[in-house]
Structures are given as C-alpha cells and as structure tokens.
C-alpha cells in the first residue's frame, strides 16, 4: 500500500494519530487472546523459547519543556534486539542525540511497536513505520533519516573494478605476507587429525536434547494452526497470513507458490471430452447383448 506523504506539519500530525489509533487498535486484538493457554504470547516469546528478540518500538519524550526554542521534536522510532521481555529492556537507543539528551537528564518512556523472531521482519517493520511518517523529515521525530534497507550486505559478483580502487587495494595490502608459515600450512593440512571425537554419552545426551525440542509442539497466536514449535519459529510465526505485522516478501512468495500450483493442477486435469465420446443429441445409448457363439 503506498502512502502519499504531506509537508504539512497539521496533516502530519492527523497521519501520526490515525497510525497510534491503529496501534491501539492492534494491542486490542493481541490481548484478545486467551491469556490462560500455554502458548500465549507471553510463552511464545519467553526466553526459554527464543535466545534473540527482534521488536520495533518509539521514544516519546516526558518533559519536552526542555528543549530549547520551542523545539517540535518529541519522538524516536528505531529497533531492537534483545534477550529478554521487550517490555522491561532497558535500552534507549544508539542515537548519538538521544544518548547526549539523556545524559542531559532528559527522560523518555518507550512503546513497543512489533516483536519478530527474524531480523529483516523486524528491519522490513522500521521500514515501512519510518515510510509512512517520513521521520527523516518529519518535524516531530528526532530520527535524522528514513531506514531504507531490509540488510546491510554488498553483492560485487559482475562488478569490473577501476584502475584507481584496484591501486589504491594493492597500496593498502603491499607489505603483507601472500603465504602462511610452514607450521601454519601444516596445521591447515591436519585440520582434521585435530578433531575431538565425541564420547558415546555425549551423542546420546545431544541425541536425546534434539528429539525433546523437535517433539515439542505449539500454537500458532496468530491463525490457531499447531506444528513443532522449530519449525513454527523458523518460518510461520513471521510469515502467517493472519499475523498483522506479516512481511510484503511473504505475501508475495505466497502469492508465487499459489500460481505455480494453480498451474500444475491445470496440468494434471485431463480434458473434459478427450477420452469419451459424447452421443448426438437426440439419441440414447444402450449396452450391447454379447455376441451368442
């Protein structure tokens, strides 16, 4: 869905009031939920459960009073990665102005946005938050630019690299030794012989740890669907149909599978008629009487 963005500082705000109503809106329906089932989210997102937490969340400051010049600025939006409850972390941004602020003795409260298990849910989230009131230009946010990426890694395979960045490489590498030791192309060559062997009660013990966390099984909070909670958190719980915070890659890798097996099945099905002959209008068949010998 594309938002059209207004320079105004009044429709902003209006923008920034029906985005709170649908958060409100949002935390409605999450604690709609049965509080009493095992895998509430609370369960779900516990640390036993999970060793990272990913969630989005907004500063809002307490006492806007002292910034000077009647300063419009009130919130910060960015995300998180935690191991424990986002709720109680006590993380405050990275933000080089937020940091001085509260050094200053500035306080803020925080609001968590979303919670997501893997990291571009959570970066693809700060997308489309910062997107929809343009933070980087929003008077009212202290963020200072638009997150933009869902990943931060550089793919040069094709690239031709120019004379002056293959010089000024050769520059910064000349000196460094091309080749290892003796003894450390030795220790490379026996890499192997250096292998610990597992003792009988340690495969059993990881044996036995393995089939408990893959016999054991969870609800999905989002659609009711149960499944072995590994595989639940490796793929479902961010790219469920129901969840609110569902990625548009997901949507879109649906949308694919969907039509590749539309395609397939028309494949299979044979066509209506091919391998019968319907009788002319009018006319009736009948079974033949054996032949009498």
């Not at 424990?84 to 003795?105: C, L």
């Not at 094709?158 to 030794?177: C, D, H, I, K, W």
């Not at 250096?194 to 659609?223: D, G, H, K």
Request: aromatic share 10%.
């Amino acid at each position: 869905m594309a938002f059209r963005l207004h320079s105004s500082f009044q429709t902003t705000q209006n923008q920034l009031q029906q985005f709170l109503t649908f958060l409100i809106e949002l935390k409605t329906r999450i604690k709609a939920f049965s509080p009493q089932s095992e895998n509430s989210f609370e369960t779900l997102f516990s640390k036993n459960k999970l060793k990272i937490l990913r969630y989005t969340y907004r500063l809002k400051i307490n006492n806007p009073t002292v910034l000077a010049n009647n300063d419009p600025r009130r919130y910060y939006m960015g995300y998180r990665n935690c191991r424990t409850n986002p709720t109680v972390d006590e993380y405050w941004s990275s933000s080089d102005i937020i940091q001085t602020m509260i050094r200053a003795g500035v306080t803020f409260s925080k609001k968590v946005l979303g919670v997501f298990v893997k990291n571009p849910s959570a970066l693809d989230a700060e997308v489309r938050y910062h997107a929809y009131l343009n933070v980087g230009n929003n008077p009212v946010f202290f963020n200072q630019a638009n997150q933009t990426s869902t990943a931060f890694t550089y793919d040069n395979t094709g690239r031709v690299q120019t004379p002056e960045s293959n010089a000024a490489r050769s520059a910064a590498l000349m000196g460094r030794p091309r080749n290892h030791s003796a003894a450390g192309l030795e220790a490379i060559a026996n890499y192997q012989l250096y292998e610990r062997v597992r003792s009988f009660e340690e495969i059993q013990t990881l044996s036995e740890n393995a089939r408990a966390r893959n016999s054991e099984m969870t609800t999905c909070p989002f659609c009711g669907k149960s499944g072995q909670n590994v595989a639940f958190r490796r793929w479902h719980f961010d790219n469920c149909l129901h969840n609110p915070n569902c990625p548009t890659e997901a949507l879109e890798i649906r949308r694919q599978l969907a039509e590749q097996a539309r395609a397939r099945n028309k494949q299979k099905s044979p066509k209506a008629g091919s391998n019968s002959q319907n009788p002319v209008e009018g006319q009736t068949t009948s079974p033949q009487a054996p032949e009498q010998s």
